[in-house]
C-alpha cells in the first residue's frame, strides 16, 4: 500500500487465498494456506514481492485502502487517550503513513471503526454491563450499582456510586449539586452527576447515572438510587437548574432535604427574558448578601429599574431558592452548580463513548483525582486545607485593632471596619451572619477569639480541616482491567443479555 501497488483478488475460499498484482504482466503475487483443514490460521505458501508492471499502474487511491484496513492501522493512536485524531487527522495519517489518499467520509468511517477496535461497540457494551458493574463493585468494596430494564429487557437506566465516594461523604458539606449533560454516542442519552464539594472547594463526585433524557421519571429514578447512599436530612441541600422535570423529582425524593436554585442559571434567565445584563451586578450582590438587610438594599435597586425583574425572583423563582441569606437550610458559599457543569465538559471528549469505555473514563479520572488529592493532603501542613488557609489569613489580618468587648462569657461585641458584630463563640454565630452561614469565622469571631484567648481553629468547622481532607481521599478507586481477567460468575454472566 505504501508503495501505491494495487491487487486483486485471484482466489478466496475458506482454505485458500491467492492474490496477485492489478497488472496481469507483473510477477508480485501471494498464495497462502491454512497450515492444517481445522486451523483457522493461514501460513504464506508462496510470495513473489518485486513488483515488475509500469509506475503509471501506481495509484495513490489505494482500492484496498478500505476504512477498515485505515481504522486497523490507526486504532493505536487512540489507546489511552480519550480523543485522539479527527477525520483529518486520519486523512494526514493515511496519507503519511500508508501513501493512501482517502476521502473525508472514509477517514471518518476508518476512525469510527478504530474507536470500535479498542472501546468496543455500543452494541457490545450494553452487553458485558452486568459483568462490568459486578467486577467493579467486587474490587471497590461498598460500590453501588443499578441497571433499569425496561419490558422488553433492553437498557433503560444506570446508576454508579463508588464506595468511597459514599463513605467519603461524611467528610463533605452536605450540599450536592445536580445537573445533567447529553451524551453523543449511538444511542444518544443523558448522563447525570450528583456531586459535592470538599474542603478545599473541588468537586467530589457522589453519583453517576445514564438516561433516556432528562425527564420526571429519569430525575426521579436516579435520585431514589441517590437517595439511599447519602440519605435525606434537614441539613441536605440539593442544588439544581429550575428544570421542572429536577423539580417535581425532589419533591417527590427528597422530604427532608432543602431545594435550591443555580443562581447562575436564574441570571440566565433574567438575561434572556428581560434584557437587562445591566443589572447583574446588583442581582448577584443580592445572591451573597450574608444579611437580609443588605439583601433588601440590593433589591430595591433592581426594583426601582426593573420592578419585573423584582417581580420574578419573588414571586416565580422565590427569594429562598436563590439568596444566601433566605435560603432556609445550609448551603454554606455554593451558590451555582458550575463545579458540576466544569465536571461534564472535562468529559466532552468521552460522549460519544459506548457506555462501559465512558465509565472506565470516569472511573481513571477519580482514581487520579483521588490519588493526586491524597498526596496533597498529607503533604497540608497547616490546620486547614490550602484554599481554606488562604482565605482564612487575610481576615487575621482585618481582625487586628478591633475593640472586643465581653458581654457574658460566650458572647463578644466586636466593633470597628464597616460593620459591628456580635459573636457566640459556643454557638458559633455572628450577627454579620457570614460565620453562621459559612462556617469560618469571620473577622469579629476571630477578634473574639483572641480576646477569649481560644484558638480560632477551634471554631472553623471541621469539613475545612485537614483531617477531614485527608480522611475523604484516604481510600483508592481500583480499575476493572481488561475483560480477559474478569471473574465472572454464571448467573452474571447469563444476564448480559441488555438489549439495545
Not at 486451523?39 to 505458501?45: A, G, L, N
Not at 436530612?233 to 422530604?255: G, Q
Request: with cysteine; charged share 20%; net charge positive.
Amino acid at each position: 500500500m505504501k508503495g501505491n501497488f494495487e491487487f486483486r483478488t485471484r482466489k478466496s475460499n475458506r482454505s485458500l487465498w491467492v492474490i496477485e498484482c492489478i497488472d496481469p504482466n507483473c510477477s508480485w503475487r501471494l498464495r497462502a494456506s491454512k497450515i492444517v483443514p481445522e486451523s483457522t490460521k493461514f501460513v504464506i505458501r508462496k510470495y513473489v514481492g518485486v513488483h515488475c508492471c509500469s509506475l503509471l499502474n501506481r495509484n495513490a487511491n489505494h482500492r484496498q485502502a478500505t476504512y477498515v484496513v485505515i481504522g486497523e492501522q490507526v486504532a493505536p493512536q487512540y489507546v489511552g487517550v480519550e480523543k485522539g485524531p479527527g477525520p483529518k487527522g486520519v486523512q494526514t495519517f493515511a496519507r503519511t503513513k500508508l501513501g493512501a489518499q482517502i476521502s473525508y467520509y472514509k477517514a471518518w468511517r476508518g476512525r469510527k471503526h478504530a474507536h470500535t477496535l479498542i472501546r468496543g461497540s455500543p452494541e457490545q457494551s450494553f452487553h458485558i454491563l452486568p459483568s462490568y458493574f459486578h467486577v467493579l463493585e467486587k474490587l471497590n468494596p461498598g460500590t453501588v450499582t443499578r441497571i433499569e430494564v425496561d419490558g422488553e429487557s433492553r437498557f433503560k437506566y444506570l446508576f454508579l456510586a463508588f464506595g468511597v465516594g459514599i463513605r467519603g461523604f461524611c467528610y463533605m458539606r452536605k450540599v450536592v449539586e445536580i445537573d445533567g449533560t447529553f451524551l453523543k454516542g449511538q444511542y444518544r442519552g443523558v448522563l447525570l452527576v450528583a456531586m459535592a464539594q470538599d474542603g478545599n472547594g473541588q468537586c467530589y463526585p457522589l453519583a453517576w447515572g445514564i438516561v433516556d433524557s432528562e425527564n420526571e421519571d429519569a430525575w426521579t429514578w436516579f435520585l431514589t438510587q441517590l437517595k439511599e447512599v447519602i440519605g435525606d436530612t434537614d441539613e441536605l441541600a440539593l442544588i439544581s437548574d429550575r428544570a421542572p422535570s429536577i423539580k417535581k423529582a425532589i419533591s417527590i425524593v427528597f422530604e427532608k432535604a432543602h431545594h435550591g436554585a443555580c443562581a447562575w442559571h436564574v441570571a440566565q434567565n433574567i438575561k434572556n427574558k428581560f434584557k437587562c445584563a445591566d443589572i447583574m451586578g446588583s442581582y448577584w450582590s443580592a445572591v451573597n448578601a450574608y444579611r437580609c438587610e443588605d439583601f433588601a438594599g440590593y433589591m430595591t435597586k433592581i426594583s426601582h429599574r426593573y420592578p419585573r425583574v423584582a417581580e420574578y425572583l419573588e414571586n416565580e423563582v422565590g427569594f429562598e431558592k436563590w439568596s444566601r441569606c433566605h435560603y432556609p437550610g445550609l448551603r454554606y458559599n455554593i451558590t451555582t452548580t458550575n463545579m458540576v457543569e466544569s465536571l461534564n465538559s472535562m468529559l466532552v471528549n468521552a460522549r460519544d463513548f459506548p457506555y462501559v469505555a465512558l465509565l472506565d473514563v470516569i472511573q481513571e479520572k477519580m482514581s487520579k483525582w483521588w490519588n493526586d488529592r491524597r498526596i496533597v493532603a498529607m503533604a497540608i501542613t497547616a490546620p486547614l486545607t490550602p484554599s481554606r488557609e488562604s482565605e482564612f489569613r487575610p481576615r487575621f489580618a482585618q481582625s487586628n485593632g478591633r475593640h472586643t468587648l465581653q458581654l457574658n462569657p460566650v458572647t463578644y461585641h466586636v466593633k470597628g471596619g464597616e460593620l459591628e458584630g456580635v459573636v457566640d463563640i459556643f454557638n458559633k454565630t455572628c450577627t454579620c451572619k457570614e460565620f453562621d452561614i459559612d462556617k469560618l469565622p469571620c473577622v469579629h469571631a476571630i477578634a473574639a477569639a483572641h480576646h477569649a484567648q481560644v484558638s480560632v481553629y477551634s471554631l472553623v468547622s471541621p469539613y475545612y480541616t485537614k483531617e477531614y481532607y485527608v480522611l475523604a481521599y484516604g481510600e483508592t478507586i481500583y480499575p476493572v482491567g481488561s475483560q480477559s481477567q474478569w471473574d465472572v460468575p454464571n448467573e452474571v454472566s447469563l444476564s448480559n443479555n441488555t438489549g439495545d
